[in-house]
């Protein structure tokens, strides 16, 4: 899986950290990036801060912060639908 990092004083599309990673190394990825910290004046918007995973259909999967503590993951598919999910903890996103 191609996935990458956006920190929230990054500019909208812009990424670090992009490089092919295994489902395992992507789970690491998540758990180890710095949610509580990137938080810190939170506006919701599909270029908040988070890991997005870059699919091979031109379809991409953002996990980001979200309102009140939690989390939500984007999905957008091959011909521009938007979809999504908000989780209250961080580890049910994962699946």
Known sequence: MRTK???????????TNEKDRTAEETVELITSFPW???RDHLVVSLTNPGVTIEGSNNDFLK?????????????????????????????????
């Open 36 to 38: 509580h910290d990137q």
């Open 63 to 95: 996990l980001t912060p979200y309102y009140n503590g939690k989390y939500v993951l984007h999905y957008l598919d091959a011909q521009h639908h938007l979809y999504t999910r908000s989780f209250d903890r961080l580890e049910d996103s994962i699946p």
């Open 5 to 15: 990092i956006q920190y929230k004083d990054f500019e909208p599309g812009e990424f």
